[in-house]
C-alpha cells in the first residue's frame, strides 16, 4: 500500500524551482491530467465499437492513472513529421503508445525506460506467392516492389539493403496505415515492420500480411517519448513504469495484447 501512495504522490514531491524548470511537467499538474500523443495500430491502440479507446497503450496509462491520480486523454497524431513540433506547441504532453528508439527518434526527443525489444523483418501481402524467396538477398532485385515512407524502417533501410529494389517512398507525415493501403491495393508487394507493428496489425487484420524473411540483425527498443527538456516528466513517468514492471504487469500486458516474443 505504502508504494502505491507513494506513487500517487510523484507529481506534487518535487520543489518547486524543479517542477518550474519542466513547463510539460508543470502544465500537467495544473490539469490534473496527461494529455497522450497516440497513432492507431491494432492491439497498440484504436477504439471499440462505442468509440472508446482501447488496447495496450491505454491498459499502461491506466496504471500511470491509478499510481498518480491523474486522467489521461489522447490525443491522435496526425503527422509525424511534427511529432517535435506538436509537443513543443502543446498539442500533446508526451508519446505513449511506444515507438522504435531507432534514426528517425534518437537525439530528436527524450526517450523514456525500456518497454520491450523489437525487432525489424519483411512482410508481404499475404495474397502474393513467396515460395522462391528463399534469402534476403532474393529481395535485392527490380521485381521486388517495396513500400516505406520517409525517416521510417523502409525509407531508412530499404534503399541500403536492397538498392536494386523498387521503393513507393510517401512522405513524412501520412499515417502508417497509408503504408498498408498501398500493400491491398497492389502498389508494392513487401514492408519493413517491426514485430510489435506487424503483430498488433495482424491481430486486427488478420490474413492481410505474412512474414516472408527475418532481419533480426536489428533488435531495436521500443519506448515512450517526451519533450527534449521534460526531465522531470521522464523521471516520473519512468518511476511508475518500473514499479508496473517489477509487479509484472507490464509482462502481462504485453502477453494480453500479443506484443511479447
Keep these: 500500500m505504502l508504494k502505491y501512495l507513494a506513487a500517487v ?89 511506444p515507438v522504435l528508439f531507432f534514426p528517425s527518434t534518437a537525439m530528436k526527443f527524450l526517450p523514456g525506460n525500456y518497454i520491450a525489444r523489437d525487432e525489424i523483418n519483411i512482410y508481404a501481402d499475404a495474397s502474393i506467392d513467396t515460395s522462391k524467396i528463399t534469402k534476403v ?17 523502409g525509407g531508412i533501410y530499404v534503399p541500403k539493403l536492397f538498392p536494386k529494389a523498387k521503393l513507393t517512398m510517401l512522405p513524412q507525415g501520412v499515417t502508417p496505415a497509408q503504408m498498408f493501403l498501398e500493400l491491398q491495393t497492389k502498389k508494392a508487394d513487401y514492408i519493413l515492420l517491426s514485430r510489435v507493428a506487424a503483430q498488433a496489425y495482424g491481430k486486427d487484420n488478420p490474413n492481410k500480411i505474412k512474414l516472408v524473411q527475418k532481419l533480426s540483425a536489428l533488435y531495436p527498443s521500443i519506448r515512450f517519448f517526451y519533450p527534449a527538456d521534460s526531465f522531470q516528466l521522464k523521471a516520473n513517468v519512468d518511476a511508475v513504469l518500473d514499479e508496473v514492471e517489477r509487479e509484472g504487469i507490464m509482462q502481462g500486458l504485453l502477453k494480453k495484447h500479443d506484443l511479447l516474443f
Design 137 to 153: 538477398e532474393d529481395l535485392n532485385a527490380p521485381s521486388a516492389r517495396f513500400v516505406g515512407m520517409d525517416g521510417e524502417l
Design 9 to 97: 504522490f510523484l507529481f506534487l514531491l518535487l520543489p518547486f524551482h524543479a517542477m518550474a524548470q519542466d513547463k510539460v511537467l508543470d502544465r500537467i499538474v495544473a490539469k490534473g491530467e496527461i494529455n497522450c500523443g497516440v497513432y492507431v495500430l491494432g492491439t497498440v491502440f484504436s477504439y471499440d465499437t462505442s468509440g472508446k479507446p482501447k488496447g495496450f497503450t491505454v491498459d499502461l496509462m491506466d496504471q500511470v492513472s491509478l499510481r498518480t491520480g491523474l486522467k489521461i486523454k489522447y490525443t491522435e497524431i496526425s503527422s509525424f513529421a511534427t511529432l517535435r513540433q506538436d509537443m513543443e506547441t502543446g498539442k500533446f504532453d508526451m508519446i505513449c503508445a
